[in-house]
């Protein structure tokens, strides 16, 4: 699979779908081993037309990458609507990730999960995993 990282203005351009399927059948490439890399950025500044460009390179083949997930500073709720295969967390949260002690995973539901986000150097966790919700107990 080959990474290409698109700004903004690719899917901005109400012509590049159409420029892109004219590349792959000019030069013979299979959409499938194509994976367009998008900033969070540039996807919360126009969300509905990176979900139609997703949509229609998706349907083609093309794979996404949502890049620097983490550094935007909007709700992620977004990202139930955003098709994308998947998130490359923003570097400021993995640099020094081995000694900064202020890493929290949450819905560590089961302990392959906890295993994973130990051996990755997550500090804390918290889910199912772990233990259960329980009413406080009064004195």
């Given at each position: 699979m080959y990474s290409i990282n698109l700004?903004?203005?690719?899917?901005?351009?109400?012509?590049m779908v159409a420029h892109i399927e004219r590349q792959f059948a000019l030069h013979a490439v299979d959409p499938a081993t194509i994976c367009f890399e998008i900033t969070e950025t540039a996807v919360i500044a126009n969300l509905a037309k990176a979900q139609r460009f997703i949509?229609?390179?998706?349907?083609?083949?093309?794979?996404f990458s949502l890049d620097d997930f983490g550094s935007g500073l909007s709700?992620?709720?977004?990202l139930r609507s955003l098709h994308v295969d998947y998130l490359k967390i923003d570097g400021v949260f993995v640099r020094d990730i081995a000694v900064n002690s202020i890493t929290v995973?949450?819905?560590?539901?089961?302990?392959?999960t906890l295993d994973t986000v130990r051996a990755i150097g997550v500090d804390y966790a918290q889910g199912y995993a772990l233990g259960k919700p329980r009413p406080l107990l009064h004195a």
């Open positions: 700004s903004g203005f690719s899917f901005n351009d109400d012509d949509a229609a390179l998706r349907a083609l083949g093309c794979r709700s992620f709720a977004y995973a949450e819905c560590v539901e089961d302990q392959a």
